[in-house]
């Protein structure tokens, strides 16, 4: 009998929640081309770093993609994405969470319409004796 996981609530969890209040259809993959209002979540990238001998400092990043027809519309779709998601994730009480911000968003022209990249992080602590005493 097949197991299944079950999906943990992080950060990119809420961020997708949140995208969904504001009536956004979310996929896992990136695509040539998304509708309006539809876009992808994925972690884009991980950081380690040494903090002291027992754990690391791991930084990971989200990208929300999507895209828009006019360039001037930018400000005023990032905006509502920003403060939304912003809020759900800081008030979740889930792990991690508290250290979530938005670095930023880049726009790069793809024929007649721009791919729109927001980028988010959030800090966590790994220790790397978890689990090994227990062999």
Same mark, same amino acid.
Request: net charge negative.
């Given at each position: 009998?097949?197991?299944? *996981?079950? @999906?943990? *609530? =992080?950060? *990119?969890?809420?961020?997708? $929640? $949140?995208?969904?209040? +504001?009536?956004? *259809?979310?996929?896992?993959?990136?695509?040539? /081309? %998304? =509708?309006?209002?539809?876009?992808? !979540?994925?972690?884009?990238?991980?950081? $380690?770093?040494?903090?002291?001998?027992?754990?690391?400092?791991?930084?990971?990043?989200? $990208?929300?993609?999507?895209?828009?027809?006019?360039?001037?519309?930018?400000?005023?779709? !990032?905006?509502?994405?920003?403060?939304?998601?912003?809020?759900? !994730?800081?008030?979740? #009480?889930?792990? /991690?969470?508290?250290?979530? !911000? %938005?670095?930023?968003? /880049?726009?790069?022209?793809? #024929?007649?319409? %721009?791919? +729109?990249?927001?980028?988010? @992080?959030?800090?966590?602590?790994?220790?790397?004796?978890? #689990?090994? =005493?227990? %062999?």
């Amino acid at each position: 009998m097949p197991t299944y *996981k079950i @999906r943990n *609530k =992080d950060c *990119k969890y809420y961020v997708e $929640s $949140s995208l969904k209040e +504001i009536g956004w *259809k979310i996929n896992d993959q990136i695509q040539e /081309h %998304f =509708d309006t209002r539809e876009c992808a !979540v994925i972690y884009s990238n991980i950081e $380690s770093e040494i903090e002291t001998n027992l754990s690391y400092k791991q930084i990971n990043y989200i $990208s929300i993609l999507f895209d828009i027809d006019n360039n001037n519309d930018l400000p005023y779709v !990032v905006e509502p994405i920003l403060r939304t998601i912003t809020n759900k !994730v800081m008030t979740s #009480g889930a792990p /991690h969470c508290d250290s979530f !911000v %938005f670095t930023g968003a /880049h726009s790069t022209q793809i #024929g007649n319409s %721009f791919r +729109i990249e927001m980028i988010a @992080r959030y800090y966590q602590e790994i220790g790397i004796l978890n #689990g090994i =005493d227990e %062999f």
